[in-house]
T-cell receptor, first 114, second 114 residues
Framework: AQSVTQLDSHVSVSEGTPVLLRCNYS??????LFWYVQHPNKGLQLLLK??????LVKGINGFEAEFKKSETSFHLTKPSAHMSDAAEYFC????????????FGSGTQLTVLP | DSGVTQTPKHLITATGQRVTLRCSPR?????VYWYQQSLDQGLQFLIQ???????AKGNILERFSAQQFPDLHSELNLSSLELGDSALYFC?????????????FGPGTRLTVL
């Protein structure tokens, strides 16, 4: 069984300040972990993914995430928020066993204030 | 643009009716996934097809069915519709069927059941 918990349903930051979106996962197998972003009325876009290579993963638009097995966490960060980062972010886990479907977190709505 | 297309963009229908949602994967992708996004349930995996065969099943109701055709497009059939079926339905595709394969999402079909 696999699950993912996004610890904050809403995060609000000022433009130019750091972003931290928190995610904890649970998986019976070595997981693959992803962060997806959904802008209003749009489909989901992959930001980055972890697949058991480097624990620090760099993604698009300046985002990165660190896989910490001891803490079962995969938090998403960005040094400096931009107005265009305002969107909903989903942390996603996929077990490497027979189940290949993605399990999504409940999402974190990021608001960027001017 | 992810390369995944979904039709129609919007669908309004009545309870008890049946609808068909269509998805065309990215060129060359063999896997198609269907997801349902609703306010109360979040994003949930429904079903996956790989090269025409059902590969994984998630929280898909018995009233729902899907298939993938030889040209790799897929259809999701929803019957005996209920108010609670109103949601955004996403299709995604990937080149393989491994847990680490990136999935590319279409723009979704918004279904409203009145």
């Amino acid at each position: 069984a696999q699950s993912v918990t996004q610890l904050d349903s809403h995060v609000s930051v000022s433009e130019g300040t750091p972003v931290l979106l928190r995610c904890n996962y649970s998986s019976s197998y070595s997981p693959s972990l992803f962060w997806y972003v959904q802008h209003p009325n749009k489909g989901l876009q992959l930001l980055l993914k972890y697949t058991s290579a480097a624990t620090l993963v760099k993604g698009i638009n300046g985002f990165e995430a660190e896989f910490k097995k001891s803490e079962t966490s995969f938090h998403l960060t960005k040094p400096s928020a931009h107005m265009s980062d305002a969107a909903e972010y989903f942390c996603v886990v996929s077990a490497s066993g027979s189940a290949r479907q993605l399990t999504f977190g409940s999402g974190t709505q990021l608001t960027v204030l001017p | 643009d992810s390369g995944v297309t979904q039709t129609p963009k919007h669908l309004i229908t009545a309870t008890g009716q049946r609808v068909t949602l269509r998805c065309s994967p990215r060129s060359g992708d063999l896997s198609v996934y269907w997801y349902q996004q609703s306010l109360d349930q979040g994003l949930q995996f429904l079903i996956q097809y790989y090269n025409g065969e059902e590969r994984a099943k998630g929280n898909i109701l018995e009233r729902f069915s899907a298939q993938q055709f030889p040209d790799l497009h897929s259809e999701l059939n929803l019957s005996s519709l209920e108010l609670g079926d109103s949601a955004l339905y996403f299709c995604a595709s990937s080149g393989g069927d491994r847990s680490y394969n990136e999935q590319f999402f279409g723009p979704g079909t918004r279904l409203t059941v009145l």
